[in-house]
């Protein structure tokens, strides 16, 4: 093959869509060569599928070509493409995930998200060797993995992902925290199981420190936490008003029936909460309840805080039947 052909092979441009738009395709992992030859050509990317392998070959390219999800210009050459696919320049997408989320639910988004079996990611989760490789000393992930916005490609592994979350809760969690801690008699896990209870009772901010004083002084004191947030984790699907019968749920996790702290997280909290844990403010309040608009009553007694839920019954019924009448009406 001379010189000149040599060059027209590999630099020769190719006209790829149409102006302006570029073309998007995914390489899965463990394409061969020959089938990623096969998927450029059939989508319009390359000329022809043994032109791109032949140009691979000469660049010493072949074995170099790396899975992920690929934009791909108007106008493309062997060189170009090969390029792009060698150097991994794999589109860049992105994923934005909130307090509080449990370690399920990232299963299913990540699972989605990477094309994998979520019960693959779960399993990942609950890996006490993984979690060990971590610095996690427990035995699941949960609480663990970061609530944030995060960058990935399509190419990447559940694994990877879910180490760069842990990752990124360790540079949160950062020494001067863990002396805190420390200082407070607190573990890192025990700091982190109670922010998922704060981040799931929690709506507005201000009263982050205030929650979380009220179980430390109910810990104290030798008093179940009484923390709905963990008995909405024995729940399946999204929270719900708790009945009855579910505070008698059996479970380690249930702190109606069980004093102290549950053994692990039951979401992963953001900084906030884990701060509101670290610094509590010196309030005498053991009780609180939900008002309906994301604020709470606090209380200092149990006559108090049955009068602030007596109050809040009453606002609840007079609302549904409000909402009721107004349905009904013709």
Excluded at 248 to 254: G, H, R, T, V
Aim: hydrophobic share 40%.
């Amino acid at each position: 093959m001379g010189l000149l052909s040599v060059l027209l092979l590999i630099f020769m441009p190719w006209h790829v869509s149409e102006p302006g738009r570029g073309m998007l395709l995914t390489i899965p992992r463990g394409t061969s060569p020959r089938q990623i030859s096969h998927l450029l050509r059939q989508h319009g990317i390359v000329r022809s599928e043994i032109g791109f392998l032949a140009s691979a070959r000469l660049l010493g390219w072949t074995t170099s070509l790396k899975a992920g999800r690929y934009r791909f210009n108007e106008w493309e050459n062997h060189y170009s493409v090969l390029r792009t696919l060698v150097n991994g320049l794999a589109v860049l997408e992105k994923i934005t995930l909130p307090e509080g989320i449990r370690a399920s639910k990232i299963a299913g988004l990540v699972a989605n998200r990477l094309a994998v079996d979520s019960v693959f990611v779960m399993r990942i989760i609950n890996d006490s060797d993984f979690c060990t490789r971590m610095r996690v000393e427990a035995g699941s992930l949960e609480g663990y993995l970061y609530p944030d916005t995060y960058l990935f490609q399509s190419n990447d592994g559940a694994e990877l992902f879910l180490k760069r979350m842990v990752e990124r809760f360790h540079n949160v969690f950062s020494d001067s925290l863990r002396e805190i801690a420390r200082q407070h008699g607190w573990t890192v896990h025990e700091v982190v199981t109670l922010a998922s209870i704060v981040e799931g009772e929690a709506v507005v901010d201000s009263e982050r420190p205030i929650i979380s004083a009220i179980y430390i002084n109910r810990l104290r004191r030798g008093y179940p936490l009484q923390a709905c947030p963990t008995v909405q984790y024995l729940l399946p699907g999204p929270p719900r008003r708790l009945l009855e019968k579910d505070l008698k749920i059996q479970s380690p996790y249930n702190t109606y029936l069980h004093t102290g702290l549950p053994p692990g997280p039951v979401n992963n909290p953001g900084l906030r909460s884990i701060l509101a844990v670290l610094h509590p403010v010196p309030v005498d309040y053991l009780y609180l309840v939900a008002n309906g608009d994301g604020t709470h009553t606090f209380s200092r007694t149990l006559d108090e805080h049955n009068a602030a839920k007596r109050r809040f019954e009453h606002v609840r019924r007079n609302t549904v039947n409000s909402h009721q009448s107004w349905t009904s009406t013709p």
